[in-house]
Nanobody, 121 residues
Framework: QVHVVESGGDLVQHGGSLRLSCAASGTISTMTIMGWYRQAPGKERELVATKGNGLSPNYADSVRGRFTISRENGENTVHLQMNNLTPDDTAIYYC???????????????WGQGTQVTVSS
């Protein structure tokens, strides 16, 4: 009932920048938290950054100071500006959306299919 789509992944050189975008659509009453996670080959999925309603952004230590998460008020979209990328940032980046459904007022936890970010050395 909630569809999440990421975009913006690409191949970039060490030190370069990328901007990821994510849009959620469907029967959404309230979007509580949107965020980004990533999974590198052979590793567990890990948190990158999240932004909750009225809350300060939350960042993983490995990206703090380099990545910036942003959400427009009242919009079910989230962006991730990634600067000074390193090969360690190479991963599939997933968008996550948490909120309340309009039809049932039950919570939802939806994931996108992911977008590949590759940083060459």
């Amino acid at each position: 009932q909630v569809h999440v789509v990421e975009s913006g992944g690409d191949l970039v050189q060490h030190g370069g920048s990328l901007r990821l975008s994510c849009a959620a659509s469907g029967t959404i009453s309230t979007m509580t938290i949107m965020g980004w996670y990533r999974q590198a080959p052979g590793k567990e999925r890990e948190l990158v950054a999240t932004k909750g309603n009225g809350l300060s952004p939350n960042y993983a230590d490995s990206v703090r100071g380099r990545f910036t998460i942003s959400r427009e008020n009242g919009e079910n979209t989230v962006h991730l500006q990634m600067n000074n990328l390193t090969p360690d940032d190479t991963a599939i980046y997933y968008c996550n959306a948490l909120g309340i459904l309009r039809t049932s007022f039950r919570p939802f936890d939806s994931w996108g299919q992911g977008t590949q970010v590759t940083v060459s050395s």
